[in-house]
Nanobody
Framework: VQLQAFGGGLVQAGGSLRLSCAASGRTFSSYDMGWFRQAPGKEREFVAAISMSGGSTQYADSVKGRFTISRDNARNTVYLQMNSLKPEDTAVYYC????????????????????WGQGTQVTVSS
């Protein structure tokens, strides 16, 4: 599966952005999806994930209550709605995919994902 993330940009603190990640192929609904981010000089970190059905989601503590992950399997797209943005949310955001299984394994680590998009820059000014 090929992934393309877009929707990043420059926003003031307290503002909102919605990231999208479009996937190629006809088996998108068979993949668990995740969003990660990487700030300059830091390691890539988990942000949010969603099961292939969309029925289960999980979030990093730093974004819980502010970010919402969702997916539209008919459109082969996963979204990350980001509200109440803070300067510390500034990073390149990446979407990732791994083939799902009967039991949602709640993948949060980079090595648990097999496919990655190219990243989209999010900059939050104070």
């Amino acid at each position: 599966v090929q992934l393309q993330a877009f929707g990043g940009g420059l926003v003031q603190a307290g503002g909102s952005l919605r990231l999208s990640c479009a996937a190629s192929g006809r088996t998108f609904s068979s993949y668990d999806m995740g969003w990660f981010r990487q700030a300059p000089g830091k390691e890539r970190e988990f942000v949010a994930a969603i099961s292939m059905s969309g029925g289960s989601t999980q979030y990093a503590d730093s974004v819980k209550g502010r970010f919402t992950i969702s997916r539209d399997n008919a459109r082969n797209t996963v979204y990350l709605q980001m509200n109440s943005l803070k300067p510390e949310d500034t990073a390149v955001y990446y979407c990732a995919a791994v083939r799902g299984s009967y039991y949602y394994t709640k993948p949060k680590l980079t090595h648990e994902y097999d496919y990655w998009g190219q990243g989209t820059q999010v900059t939050v000014s104070s």
